[in-house]
């Protein structure tokens, strides 16, 4: 009796296990787990940069007031006006900038300093002497003589995703005199990244204007050329130093890298 049992009771194990193993066989195999979502990052305009600038730039007026210094000036004959012709008002500017920017919020923060060459219109003035006299005028120095102009400025703005709107201003420079430099702008980073340097990187495209004005009374040589009047030797021809601040607007496109942009 024992033993019929005992059969019996291994019997029904067997076709337990044996169920068992085709109820785990019909089961569905489980899913691999799902890749992890990475989202992406949030731009920022924090970080340095550097670039480049070209525009134009126009002068406040076409024409100075000048006088005539040194020996050998003919009696009766003190100054005149230098004209540049509205064809020459403006002329070339373009360089280079570097600087930083912060950002809290929508709001970005910074600070940018920038030097270019401008193309300063030497060989277009004309010099008008004072009635009676005739001459040759042979263009020397134009303004304050520089042939490039810098300025270092702080940026406040507002930004809207890769769109920067703001406004800068800050003191301007020659290599002889200095000034004030005020104005604005509007800034897009583009879409595309770059992973230079071991860091994400982003190209930025911008438009600014610019309002700087040097303050001449420094110079007290702002010799602009020579006038050599019929009959007689040549004399220089000075701008005045009283009033001399020389005003300029520049409107310039500018691009920049920007360096570790997340």
Known sequence: MRKCVLSLLAGVASVTLVAAAASAADLPRQAPP???????????????????????????????????????????????????????????????????????????????????????????????????????????????SADWWGSTRVRAGFAVDRVLIYATGGVAYTDNDTGWALGGGIEWALPTNWNLFGGNSAVTLGLEGLWVSIDQGNNNNGSVGTFTPVGGGPVNVFLPQTNNDQDFFVARAKLNFKFGTY
């Open 34 to 144: 799902p890749a992890p979502i990475i989202a992406a990052p949030i731009f920022t305009w924090t970080g340095f940069y550097i670039g480049g600038n070209l525009g134009w730039g126009w002068r406040n007026s076409n024409n100075d007031t000048v006088f005539l210094g040194g020996p050998g000036v003919p009696a009766g004959l003190a100054g005149g006006t230098l004209i540049f012709d509205n064809n020459n008002d403006g002329a070339f500017t373009g360089g280079g900038q570097i600087g930083y920017n912060y950002q809290i919020g929508n709001f970005v923060i910074g600070v940018e300093t920038d030097i270019q060459g401008i193309d300063n219109g030497n060989n277009t003035a004309v010099f008008i002497p004072g009635p009676g006299f005739a001459g040759t005028f042979v263009p020397g120095r134009f303004e304050s």
